[in-house]
Each structure stands twice: as C-alpha cells, then as structure tokens.
C-alpha cells in the first residue's frame, strides 16, 4: 500500500539539513535504516515526482510548463538514484543531463518572473544548487572521485543517501571526507507520530483508533514493537490488518482462525497470531 505522503518531524529534519547542505554549497550525508523514509523525503523535497517524469519526457510545450518550471525553480534539486554496479561516464552523463534540463526549467521561471531578460541564454546549470545522490553505497570509489571533483569544480552542493556505517566508509577517502560539511541521522518514526498515521489508516478504513481503550492500547504497543517505527514495516503490517478487520467466518468453516494468505501474496510481517518484525 503506498500511501499519501506525512510530514513526519524527520522530514522537517532532513528539509532543514539540505537547506544547510545548498546555502553551505558543501557535501552532506544522510544515514538510516532501511525502510524509515530517506527516499520518500529527498524526492519529496526535490518535488522530484512531478519533475521526473516531465524532465525524462521533454516534450512539446504545454499549459503545465509554468507549473514545472515553478516546482524547478522553489527545490532547485537534482535527484539521482545511480544503477547497481554504475558505469562512471554514465554516471557522469546522466547526472549532467539531469542538471542541465533542470536549470532550463529554473531559468525559463526566472524569465517568467522577469529576473532574467535578454535573449542570452547564458549557462542554465548555474541554477541548480544541489545535488542528490540515493543509494550512495552503490558508488565505487572512482564514482566518488568523480563526484569529488564535479564538486570542486561547481561548488554544487552535493547530498549522500545511504545505510547507517556509510559514513564510516567515507573516512576512507581523505579527500572526500575532509569536504563533508554535515552528517544527518534519519531516523524511525517516534510513538506519537506512529499513533498518527495509525489513527489516519484507522480512519481510513472508517474505524477510530482509541489510545484510551486498553485493547486499542495493546494493538499500538504490540505494532509499535513490531515496526520500531520503521515506515515500510508499517506498511507491510496494514495489509495484514485489513485482512484479519475484513474476515468474516463462513457457514461452512469451523475455524476460528483467518484464511491462510494465498502462496502469491507478498509474505507479511505478521502471520496468524504470531507476529514476526521482518526488515531487510
Ligand atoms: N513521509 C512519508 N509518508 C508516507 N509514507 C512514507 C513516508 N516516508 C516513507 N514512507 C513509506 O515508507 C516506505 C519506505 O520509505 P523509503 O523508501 O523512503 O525508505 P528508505 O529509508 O529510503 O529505505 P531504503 O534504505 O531501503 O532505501 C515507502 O514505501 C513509503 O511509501
Ligand atoms: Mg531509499
């Protein structure tokens, strides 16, 4: 189930740490558990789920323009997810691309605006002030180079996604490291912002969720142990809950227990009554 984007207190966290990665033009790194919403919040903040798709198509003109070349301007963000095993001239190429279809959107804005005039069109990626990158483990050491030197060379600022340790990793490489600027640990979802969005699917499914009532306490207590907070667990979990919300005993079955899971469902966190916290 994907739901509509929260704005967790750690999404503000990670808004506030890559606004101090552009106006610092530095590196920064971003470490956390699988699962917690480094992904979601990055692309969120680089509005990169309308941008995407309309920077990849590049299309003919039309009314949407100004609307994208807006949302271009307010992130000025490139997000970059590189391949498993990136070739680095590919790396390079696609992370140029992006950054230049970016800045003739940005610019394009700031004609609108009537900030720039004329009709020289200078270079356009000098709007674009930072840079994204997911994944960051997948980087081999040349690719990090690469970027090193992208950075000496621009002074974009450049933001590393990855695993907790990666920044540990990074204090292999002097020369990058000695540029990093800031580490950001993102983190799980605290009790009242799991109690949230648990009450929001619980409305979701036309029920209300009361912290007060002791069943509705130990189901809270029982996902909050479950889940650590942990966004895609969470998310596996209520599959499970509609399920079991939504079994109904039949006539003709005996059990007291819900069906079992067809073998093509996806395995959830939970089985039955014996609940298992499964991360990757
Ligand atoms: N703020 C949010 N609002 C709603 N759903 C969210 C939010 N953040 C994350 N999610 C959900 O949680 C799931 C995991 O999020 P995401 O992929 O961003 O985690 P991640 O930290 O990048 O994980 P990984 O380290 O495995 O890449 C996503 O499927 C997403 O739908
Ligand atoms: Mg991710």
Request: charged share 25%; proline share 5%; net charge positive.
């Amino acid at each position: 189930m994907t739901q509509a984007f929260i704005i967790t207190k750690e999404h503000r966290r990670f808004t506030e740490f890559a606004n101090a990665v552009r106006a610092e033009q530095t590196i920064g790194i971003c470490h956390g558990d699988a699962g917690v919403g480094k992904t979601n919040s990055a692309r969120r903040y680089a509005n990169w789920d309308a941008l995407e798709p309309y920077l990849d198509t590049w299309g003919p003109r039309s009314d949407d323009d100004a609307k994208h070349y807006a949302l271009a301007n307010r992130a000025r963000t490139v997000f970059y997810t590189p391949e498993v095993l990136p070739r680095h001239r590919e790396l390079v190429r696609d992370i140029d691309h992006w950054v230049s279809r970016l800045g003739v959107c940005i610019e394009e804005h700031q004609r609108a605006i009537g900030k720039v005039t004329g009709t020289h069109v200078g270079d356009a990626t000098r709007w674009v002030e930072l840079l994204i990158v997911d994944e960051a483990e997948r980087l081999t050491p040349t690719a990090l180079e690469m970027l090193r030197d992208r950075y000496d060379r621009t002074q974009l600022a450049i933001i590393l996604i990855g695993m907790p340790g990666i920044d540990q990793r990074f204090r292999h490489y002097p020369q990058l490291y000695s540029r990093l600027g800031f580490s950001h640990r993102y983190r799980a979802l605290g009790r009242d912002e799991l109690l949230f969005v648990l009450d929001r699917h619980w409305k979701h499914l036309g029920r209300t969720l009361n912290p007060d009532d002791f069943t509705d306490a130990q189901a809270v207590a029982a996902i909050e142990r479950i889940t650590r907070g942990n966004f895609r667990l969470l998310e596996r979990l209520f599959p499970q809950i509609n399920r079991v919300l939504n079994w109904r005993p039949s006539p003709t079955t005996s059990s007291k227990q819900p069906p079992a899971r067809s073998s093509s469902a996806p395995k959830p966190a939970i089985e039955g009554s014996q609940y298992a916290a499964t991360d990757r």
